[in-house]
Structure formats: C-alpha cells, structure tokens
C-alpha cells in the first residue's frame, strides 16, 4: 500500500494542470487533503479491501 500511495502523491504532485495548491498528508489514516487553487478542498482516502 505504501508503494501505492507513494505513486499516487508522485503524480498528483506533478500535475500542474489540476490546479492543486497543497496536499496535506495524515499516513496514520491513510488520507490526504488537496487544496485545490480555486478553494475547493478534496479529501483523498487509501485503503485496501479484502476479498
């Protein structure tokens, strides 16, 4: 999972074109916060479901 989320950041923070100002990242839930530069706030949350 960590090698997921570890991809997953590498490209949210390198798409210039989504207009994402910050991204606050909390490991011990598994989410993150993305300020987007309009305002808008987005929460992100990684989890892995067994089947």
Same mark, same amino acid.
Do not use: V
């Given at each position: !999972?960590?090698?997921? =989320?570890? =991809?997953?950041? #590498?490209?949210? +923070?390198?798409?210039?074109? !989504? $207009? *994402?100002?910050? @991204?606050?990242? +909390?490991? %011990?839930? +598994? =989410?993150? *916060? @993305?300020?987007? &530069? +309009? $305002?808008?706030?987005? #929460? *992100? #949350?990684? %989890? &892995? *479901?067994? %089947?």
């Amino acid at each position: !999972m960590d090698y997921f =989320k570890d =991809k997953l950041f #590498e490209l949210l +923070n390198d798409a210039d074109d !989504m $207009g *994402i100002s910050d @991204i606050e990242t +909390n490991d %011990r839930e +598994n =989410k993150w *916060i @993305i300020s987007l &530069q +309009n $305002g808008m706030l987005l #929460e *992100i #949350e990684c %989890r &892995q *479901i067994d %089947r």
